[in-house]
T-cell receptor
C-alpha cells in the first residue's frame, strides 16, 4: 500500500465549476501536510499548507481529517489557469523528507 | 532572490557512463534535498543535507549514487555507473526550516 494515495484523474471540469480532491495517508505519525501544484514539465510549487483547523486561500480550501487520515483540496470557480497536477505531500514526525502522492491531474475546460 | 537552480536541465548518457548533477540552493538555506521521479511513479525522496552533513539518506537506491555538499553550499549527485532504471527527473529542493521546500526545475536524465 502506498504511503500517500491520490486519484490520478484526470478531472475534466468546465470553467467556473467547483472541484474537490482527496488524499489519504497511511502513517498515523504523519505531521505536516501540503498541497503542491505542478505544471507540465515544471517543478512542484507550494499551493498551501494544510492545518488541523482547515484553511482557505482565495478560491482554495484545504481540510485535514486526522481521524480518517485524509486531506482534501477544494477549488471554487475553476479557472483555465488552474489546469495542473496537484500533489499531496506529507511529512512524518521527526523528519523533513517529503512523501508525495502520485498527483491528481486537473483540466479546466473553456 | 534567485530560486533553486539545477544543471544540466537535460542529460542523455549511455548505460555504464557517469553523470554528475548539480544543485544550487536558495542562499541561506541550510537544508538541501534530492528527489527523483521515475516515469509513471510518484516523486521519491533520495536524501537530505543539513549544511554539509547528510541528515537522512534513507532514499538512496544503491551505492551507485553519491551525493556531496562540500562547504554546505551547492550539492552534486553522481551516478556511476548509470543503469537504464536511473532514467527520470531529478529534483533538488531547499528550505530554511521544516515547512516549505522550494524546488528547482529538475534535471531530466535519460540512460540509453
Amino acid at each position: 500500500r502506498k504511503e500517500v494515495e491520490q486519484d490520478p484523474g484526470p478531472f475534466n471540469v468546465p470553467e467556473g465549476a467547483t472541484v474537490a480532491f482527496n488524499c489519504t495517508y497511511s502513517n498515523s505519525a504523519s505531521q505536516s501536510f501540503f498541497w503542491y501544484r505542478q505544471d507540465c514539465r515544471k517543478e512542484p510549487k507550494l499551493l498551501m499548507s494544510v492545518y488541523s483547523s482547515g484553511n482557505e486561500d482565495g478560491r482554495f480550501t484545504a481540510q485535514l481529517n486526522r481521524a480518517s487520515q485524509y486531506i482534501s483540496l477544494l477549488i471554487r470557480d475553476s479557472k483555465l489557469s488552474d489546469s495542473a497536477t496537484y500533489l499531496c505531500v506529507v511529512t512524518l514526525s521527526g523528519t523533513y523528507k517529503y512523501i508525495f502522492g502520485t498527483g491528481t491531474r486537473l483540466k479546466v475546460l473553456a | 532572490e534567485a530560486g533553486v537552480t539545477q544543471f544540466p536541465s537535460h542529460s542523455v548518457i549511455e548505460k555504464g557512463q557517469t553523470v554528475t548533477l548539480r544543485c544550487d540552493p536558495i542562499s541561506g538555506h541550510d537544508n538541501l534535498y534530492w528527489y527523483r521521479r521515475v516515469m509513471g511513479k510518484e516523486i521519491k525522496f533520495l536524501l537530505h543535507f543539513v549544511k554539509e552533513s547528510k541528515q537522512d539518506e534513507s532514499g538512496m537506491p544503491n551505492n551507485r549514487f553519491l551525493a556531496e555538499r562540500t562547504g554546505g553550499t551547492y550539492s552534486t549527485l553522481k551516478v556511476q555507473p548509470a543503469e537504464l532504471e536511473d532514467s527520470g527527473v531529478y529534483f533538488c529542493a531547499s528550505s530554511q526550516d521544516i515547512l516549505e521546500q522550494f524546488f528547482g526545475p529538475g534535471t531530466r536524465l535519460t540512460v540509453l
